[in-house]
Nanobody, 122 residues
Framework: QVQLVESGGGLVQAGGSLRLSCTAS????????IAWFRQAPGREREFVSV????????SQADSVKGRFTSSRDNARNVAYLQMNALKPEDTAIYYC???????????????WGQGTQVTVSS
């Protein structure tokens, strides 16, 4: 069973950048698909990005295409979400999730981190 811990959130001005990390332990990281989701106050959790185990396939939400880049380092058991050109509407708690299946559906992920807050000021 894999445990996930996100880090790297914070407060940034619009147009700025942040890099989130998702560090895994307790399981074979290279066996899991890693996805990123976010949840803003009063809104449902939404899909951001999903990265295949090999890194050969990435799917992203339209709202972040061209601005966010996901990657993973299987040797270090870490996944990253590089966020550039941040907008106030990107403000949310960001979560990483892991499972065996490659999907954009949050309900199908069994393993979640605790989340990290990202706040973008205008």
């Amino acid at each position: 069973q894999v445990q996930l811990v996100e880090s790297g959130g914070g407060l940034v001005q619009a147009g700025g950048s942040l890099r989130l990390s998702c560090t895994a332990s307790g399981g074979a990281f290279s066996n899991y698909v890693i996805a990123w989701f976010r949840q803003a106050p009063g809104r449902e959790r939404e899909f951001v990005s999903v990265h295949s185990i090999s890194g050969g396939y990435i799917s992203q939400a339209d709202s972040v295409k061209g601005r966010f880049t996901s990657s993973r380092d299987n040797a270090r058991n870490v996944a990253y979400l590089q966020m550039n050109a941040l907008k106030p509407e990107d403000t949310a708690i960001y979560y990483c999730a892991a499972d065996r299946r490659l999907t954009r559906d949050a309900n199908l992920y069994n393993y979640w981190g605790q989340g990290t807050q990202v706040t973008v000021s205008s």
